[in-house]
C-alpha cells in the first residue's frame, strides 16, 4: 500500500520539479500576507486588548464582544463574511479582504495576550509613573505597554507562526499562495500527495526558524527581566 | 505645603482613614508611625491621589488634589516625590532613563538636558557608574537610591516614602538612609512613613503616631518615642522598640 501512495517515488518527485517558481511565487505571497497581517493584527490586538482593560464599561464591553465573537466563529466563515459580504469595499482586490480577515482574526488573539501581558506587569509600575507626574495614557504607552509587549514577545511570535499557517485558507478564495500553488500542481500532475508535501515543507522552513528566533529573543531579553 | 483636612477612606466595608488631619510646612520633616495596617500607606497614597478618597481634602500648596483631573492632577502629582517599599523603578529602562523618563515626557527638556540632570542625581545618590545598568543588575539599597533620584528628578516640593527601607537586606539600609538624610539636611520637606528610629531622631521635626486611620500623637521625636502621652502609643512603642 505504501508503494501505491509512492512518497519516496522519485519519478513522482520529478514531476513535481518543474513547478518550483510557483512554489517560490507562492511562498512570497504567503509571507508578504502573513507580514501585512501581521502588523495590522498588532496593532488592532494592542487596542482592543487596552480597551479590554478600560474602566469605562462601553468601551471594554465593544473590545468584549469583538473577541468573543472572533474566537468563537470559523476563521473560514470570517472569511467569507469579509470577503463576499464586504465585496464593494475591495473594487476586485483579493489581497485586502484577505489581509483584513487574516488580521481581524488573529487581533482577536493578541488582543487576550496584550490583555495578559498588561495584567502581569504590577500595578505599582503604574503609581510609579503617575507619581512621577505622567498622564494615564503616558504611563501605559512609556511604562506598561513596552515592558508587557517584551514579556508577550515569544506568544506574539507563536500567534504569528499561527498566521501564517491559517493564512493557507485563503487558498479557498484562489489567491495564489503557497497552498493554492500546491492546488494548481495537483490538478496539472494529479498527483495528490507530493504536491502538498512540498508546501507543507515550505511552511515547515517558514515556521520552525521563527520558532527558534522566539528563542533567542527570550534569551537576549532576560538580562533586562 | 501639604495640608490634610479630615481625610476619610474606605475599601469597602473596611474603614480605613478616619477623619485624619494634618499639615506638614515647608522644609519640615514629619516621620509617620503606625502599626501595619493602621493606614499609613494608604494616608501617602491618598495624598498624592493614587487612592479616591470618600471625604476630606488634600492641599499640596493650596491645590486640592482630588479635586483635579487630567493635567491638572498630574501637574500636581509631579511636585510630590514618591519612594515605594518595593522600588518600583522601570525595569525596561536603564538607572538613567528611569531618572529622566518623566523630566523629558512631563517637562518636556531636551535629551542632554536631562542626561545631565539625571548623572548630578545619580551621583547624589552614589551611583554614577549604574548610570546604564537595568534594575535587575543593581541591589535593593542600589535601586532604592535610583528610585530616589528618579522622584527628585521632578524637583518636587515635597517627598514622601513609604516604608524606603523594609524591603530591604540590612547591610543596605543604612546607604538609603545616608540619602534621606542629606536629602532632610538639604531642607527637602519629607513625610516618611518608616520605623527607622535613629533616621526619626536625627532629622525628624516632628513624629506622628496614627492607628485606626487616626492621628493619635503627634510631638517631638525625643517625645513620642520615649515619653508618649497616648496609651496606645506605649503599648506600639513596646511592641517595636525592644
Not at chain 1, 3 to 29: A, C, E, K
Not at chain 2, 78 to 91: D, N, R
Not at chain 2, 117 to 137: C, I
Request: some cysteine.
Amino acid at each position: 500500500m505504501l508503494r501505491d501512495i509512492g512518497l519516496f517515488d522519485p519519478l513522482r518527485w520529478q514531476r513535481v520539479w518543474p513547478y518550483m517558481p510557483n512554489y517560490i511565487q507562492g511562498l512570497g505571497t504567503t509571507l508578504v500576507l502573513s507580514i501585512a497581517a501581521l502588523l495590522l493584527a498588532t496593532a488592532i490586538g494592542i487596542i482592543a486588548g487596552v480597551m479590554r482593560l478600560s474602566k469605562r464599561p462601553y468601551v471594554s464591553a465593544i473590545a468584549t464582544v469583538y473577541v468573543e465573537v472572533i474566537r468563537n466563529t470559523p476563521l473560514l466563515v470570517q472569511l467569507f463574511i469579509v470577503y463576499f459580504g464586504f465585496a464593494p469595499l475591495w473594487k476586485g482586490n483579493s489581497f485586502l479582504p484577505m489581509a483584513v480577515g487574516l488580521s481581524m482574526f488573529a487581533g482577536a488573539y493578541v488582543a487576550e495576550i496584550v490583555r495578559a501581558g498588561i495584567q502581569s506587569i504590577s500595578k505599582g509600575q503604574t503609581e510609579a509613573a503617575l507619581s512621577c507626574g505622567l498622564t494615564s495614557a503616558q504611563a501605559m504607552m512609556l511604562v506598561v505597554l513596552p515592558q508587557a509587549l517584551r514579556r508577550i514577545a515569544p506568544a506574539l511570535a507563536g500567534q504569528f507562526i499561527s498566521l501564517i499557517k491559517d493564512s493557507s485558507l485563503v487558498a479557498v478564495f484562489g489567491y495564489t499562495e503557497l497552498t493554492f500553488a500546491a492546488r494548481k500542481v495537483t490538478a496539472a500532475t494529479f498527483l495528490g500527495l507530493h504536491p502538498y508535501m512540498l508546501a507543507a515543507v515550505f511552511y515547515l522552513l517558514l515556521c520552525y526558524p521563527l520558532s527558534l528566533v522566539v528563542r533567542a529573543i527570550e534569551r537576549r531579553t532576560r538580562r533586562i527581566g | 505645603m501639604v495640608k490634610v483636612v479630615d481625610l476619610h477612606k474606605s475599601f469597602g466595608a473596611l474603614q480605613v482613614l478616619n477623619g485624619l488631619s494634618f499639615e506638614v510646612a515647608k522644609g519640615e520633616v514629619l516621620v509617620i508611625i503606625g502599626a501595619s495596617g493602621s493606614g499609613k500607606s494608604t494616608l501617602l497614597r491618598c495624598i498624592n491621589a493614587l487612592e479616591p478618597v470618600q471625604a476630606g481634602e488634600v492641599y499640596i500648596n493650596g491645590e486640592d488634589i482630588h479635586k483635579a483631573r487630567g493635567k491638572d492632577l498630574s501637574r500636581i502629582r509631579s511636585e510630590i516625590g514618591m519612594v515605594f517599599q518595593h522600588f518600583e523603578l522601570f525595569s525596561h529602562k536603564t538607572a538613567l532613563e528611569n531618572v529622566t523618563l518623566a523630566p523629558i515626557h512631563v517637562r518636556k527638556l531636551s535629551r542632554q538636558d536631562a542626561d545631565a540632570r539625571g548623572m548630578r542625581l545619580l551621583e547624589r545618590v552614589g551611583l554614577p557608574e549604574k548610570a546604564h545598568a537595568y534594575p535587575s543588575e543593581l541591589s535593593g539599597g542600589q535601586r532604592q537610591r535610583v528610585a530616589i533620584a528618579r522622584a527628585l528628578a521632578m524637583e518636587p516640593m515635597v517627598m514622601m516614602f513609604d516604608e524606603p527601607t523594609s524591603a530591604l537586606d540590612p547591610e543596605m539600609i543604612k546607604e538609603v538612609l545616608d540619602v534621606m538624610l542629606d536629602l532632610a539636611r538639604s531642607g527637602m520637606t519629607m513625610l516618611c512613613v518608616t520605623h527607622e528610629m535613629g533616621f526619626a531622631r536625627e532629622v525628624a521635626n516632628r513624629v506622628m503616631f496614627i492607628d485606626e486611620g487616626k492621628v493619635v500623637e503627634t510631638g517631638e521625636p525625643d517625645q513620642v518615642f520615649f515619653r508618649p502621652e497616648h496609651p496606645r502609643t506605649k503599648t506600639f512603642l513596646s511592641k517595636i522598640l525592644i
